[in-house]
Each structure stands twice: as C-alpha cells, then as structure tokens.
C-alpha cells in the first residue's frame, strides 16, 4: 500500500500519455516535482515551463487549436492566476485538464497559502471548472483518467485537486530539504 | 521619432498572399487589423483573455510543427503578457513569429497611453528574454523584410512595428468563441477534426 502510494507519479505519467497528451504546461510545485522530472525526461512530451500559471491556459487552448491534447500542472495559488482566462475556455469550450496540487489544507505552515488554498474549488466552479478531489494517494489516478476522459471526450474544463494530506509537506526545512 | 506606418496597412502587407500560415490575433485592434486584411477560418481572433495571445500562438506553434505560426497582438495586450516572452524564449519554436503592432496606447478605452510611449522596448525584453531574432520595425522596407522573415524565416521571430496611434473603423469578426475554434479546426485538421 505504502509503495504503490508513492508511485502515484509514475502512474500519472502513464496515465496522461494513455490520454493522449502531448504538451505539459507546469508552474513547479513541491507537490509535482517527480512528475514534472518524468515529462521532463519524456521525448514524446513537450514539457513547458510557464512563467505564470495563466499562460497555461493559453498554451493548453493553442495546443487544442493546433490539434494536441495538453495537461497543466500547477499549486492552488496558480489556481488564482488563471481566473480571466479560463473565460476564454469556457466561451470558446476548450478542453482543459489541470492537476492541482492543494496548499492550504489541513496542516498548512504557511498561513499566505490558506486564503487561495481554501478558495481554490469555489473559484475554479465559478469559471465553469468541473472540481474532482483526490483525497488519497489510490484515489489520484483514477481521478485524473476520468477527468481526461470528461475534458477531451466532453470538451469541458476539469480540474484534479490533489489534497495536501497526499503530498504531506508539514514544514518549509522539509520542502528544502525535498 | 514619429511612427510613420499605419496598423491596417501593416496587417494587410504581413497578411498579402498568405498561403497555410496560421494566425492568433490579440485582443482589439490588432484583431480587426487581421479581419480588415480579410477573415480566414485560419485565424483566431481573442476577444478576450488578454495577455495570452503569445500563449495561444505558442501552444499552436508546438503542435504545428510543420505550419508557420504568427501571433499579431497590439503593445497593451503584449505588455499583459510579458512573461509568456520568456516562456518562448526556453521552448525556441522554430515556426513562431510574434508581431507587436505597436501604436502606444490602448485603443479600445479612450487611447490612454501605454508603457511603450515611456519607452518600454519590447523587442528588447524579447531580446532578453532569449528570442535572438527581435527587431523593431519602422519603414516599410523593413516591412517586407518582416513578411519574408514570417512566411520562410527560422523563429522564433519578434517583431515590434511602430504604428501612427489612429482611430480607424473597426471591422469585427466573428465573436462566438466556440464557432471561431470551430472552424479554426475543421480548417486546419480538416473535417473529422471532433469525430476522434
């Protein structure tokens, strides 16, 4: 249980190129580094860095446009930062996957992290974001295959929140030390 | 020095004879310059989201490896998106060119002036920013240099046109956003675009 739990990454990685995704826009995150490290590794991805989470969703709807499947990857203070242009998603009904990993929660260090960390799922279903929770390492890959399935099958915007309590960061000298 | 070009005149010369080149334009007057020079289901028109223009040609650029890819935006929406200058200059497409038509102010609310009138050098942040080929462009000679560069030039490619701020008719697109994506896609995959 305890070893699978800690190979969610991988199966993650699995799990968006059975989707079909090409292009992975990411704003780094404690919580994705492994995943961020295997498309980065990955020839058959293009893994993009962004400088904000918001040019994410303009990447993710030009890779639509242009005929490719992409995922975003980002924290839920990034959640933030994409409020107006996830209008453009909803207007022209783009599809959209984003995997957000959650601060915030319960056992935050960071009291700056809670105010988005606890907006995160109002904010995302005020754009018209379908808000799934992975509150459990098992339940995350799951979640995210049918999240992909709804956003490229359905042409809906989804987002996967990951909860803290899955990334288990409990202090600043431990995301350091990661 | 005073601008000397105007923006539909610009539109129309990067536009003349455009072949399968795909086109993003941003939100406001650049988007009517690109419906004036004549709409195509190949182009995207933002009416909104501003500051992502360069974004959407990115993430199209990637995925189009094969097509020449412009993103036309104005200085208001580029200066929005600063950052997404940075982003290119990591990923260095090499069939991008982002083209900032550049009048100094923003049109569509009362022609306030923007950062580039104070002398923001866009051509140069993108020059920081690691797109080599970044030019500011004031003559029409260097125009048809810029169209070339576009259609046949190794990108990325920014360019930064200086424009006479002037009020022109607007000529509007198409604004249902599902429709615009829509046609953009059946034009560019073809029909069973949404049948996988």
């Given at each position: ?6 190979r969610?990454p991988e199966e993650l990685h699995r799990?968006l190129k059975?989707?079909?995704v090409r292009q992975v826009?990411y704003?780094p995150?404690?919580?994705h580094q492994r995943l961020i490290e295997l498309c980065l590794a990955d020839r058959a991805l293009r893994a993009v860095v ?21 995922a975003?990857l ?105 | ?89 990591v ?106």
């Amino acid at each position: 249980m305890k070893a699978k739990a800690t190979r969610w990454p991988e199966e993650l990685h699995r799990t968006l190129k059975a989707a079909g995704v090409r292009q992975v826009g990411y704003v780094p995150d404690a919580g994705h580094q492994r995943l961020i490290e295997l498309c980065l590794a990955d020839r058959a991805l293009r893994a993009v860095v962004l400088s904000t989470e918001e040019e994410g969703i303009g990447l993710a709807a030009g890779a639509w446009l242009g005929g490719e499947r992409a995922a975003l990857l980002m924290q839920s203070s990034g959640v933030g930062n994409c409020i107006n242009a996830l209008g453009s998603v909803r207007e022209c009904r783009f599809p959209l996957l984003m995997l957000v990993t959650m601060r915030g929660q319960v056992g935050e260090f960071n009291p700056w992290q809670v105010p988005m960390g606890q907006a995160t799922r109002a904010v995302l279903e005020a754009m018209g974001v379908v808000v799934r929770e992975a509150n459990e390492a098992e339940a995350i890959v799951p979640a995210v295959d049918a999240a992909a399935r709804l956003a490229f099958g359905s042409y809906q915007a989804v987002a996967v929140l990951i909860s803290q309590a899955v990334i288990g960061i409990k202090s600043f000298q431990e995301q350091a030390a990661r | 020095m005073k601008a000397t070009l105007h923006r539909r005149e610009v539109a129309r010369i990067l536009l003349q004879d455009r072949g399968d080149l795909l086109v993003v334009a941003g939100l406001g007057s650049t988007a009517w310059d690109v419906t004036a020079a004549g709409d195509s289901p190949l182009s995207f028109p933002l009416w909104g989201a501003m500051g992502n223009a360069a974004m959407f040609g990115l993430g199209l650029a990637l995925a189009q490896p094969g097509r020449r890819v412009l993103v036309l935006t104005g200085d208001g929406e580029m200066l929005m998106g600063l950052g997404s200058l940075a982003t290119i200059g990591v990923q260095r497409p090499r069939n991008l060119a982002v083209v900032v038509i550049d009048n100094e102010h923003y049109g569509e609310t009362g022609m306030q002036r923007t950062h580039t009138a104070a002398g923001a050098d866009l051509a140069k942040v993108a020059q920081g920013c690691g797109i080599r080929n970044a030019k500011l462009v004031r003559s029409k000679g260097q125009l048809a240099l810029l169209r070339k560069a576009i259609h046949h030039g190794a990108g990325p490619l920014f360019a930064q046109v200086k424009v006479i701020a002037e009020k022109i008719p607007l000529v509007l697109p198409p604004r249902d956003g599902s429709l615009l994506k829509a046609r953009f896609r059946k034009a560019l995959l073809g029909e069973g675009a949404d049948l996988d």
